[in-house]
């Protein structure tokens, strides 16, 4: 599973931060997602749970943010929010939106003690 690997990877992430900050147990963790980065968010959870057993972030709270579609609206020349990829810009109604974001996926903060 795609998220599983994810997961490895945010865990990796904290074990450093972990060894860099000296911190020894992680309470929260949010994740900015963005609605193109392909993530179910179901199995993100799940996966999360399950790598982060028997770590530092051993029941530690996942929360994720989820983000807007950023795009550049020519009609309008300025950046815009979409809904989705293929989804007109709100304030003109024009398709020639060109997608400049939304496939982000990074850890925003966490909290730790
Ligand atoms: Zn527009």
């Known amino acids: ?25 992680v309470k929260r963790v949010r994740l900015e997602i963005g609605p193109l980065a392909g993530v179910e968010l179901e199995a993100l959870t799940f996966s999360y749970d399950v790598v982060t ?12 943010i ?3 579609v950023n795009g550049w609206c020519m009609p309008c020349a300025k950046q815009v929010s979409v809904a989705a990829r293929y989804e007109p810009c709100p304030d003109c109604g024009s ?19």
């Open 53 to 64: 057993k028997n770590s530092i972030a051993h029941e530690s709270k996942l929360e994720v």
């Open 95 to 113: 398709y020639q939106v060109e997608i400049t974001g939304g496939d982000e996926l990074r850890i925003k903060d966490m909290e730790v003690e």
């Open 1 to 25: 599973m795609h998220e599983m690997s994810i997961c490895e990877g945010i865990l990796q992430v904290i074990e450093d931060q972990a060894k860099a900050q000296q911190f020894a147990r």
């Open 66 to 68: 989820e983000l807007p």
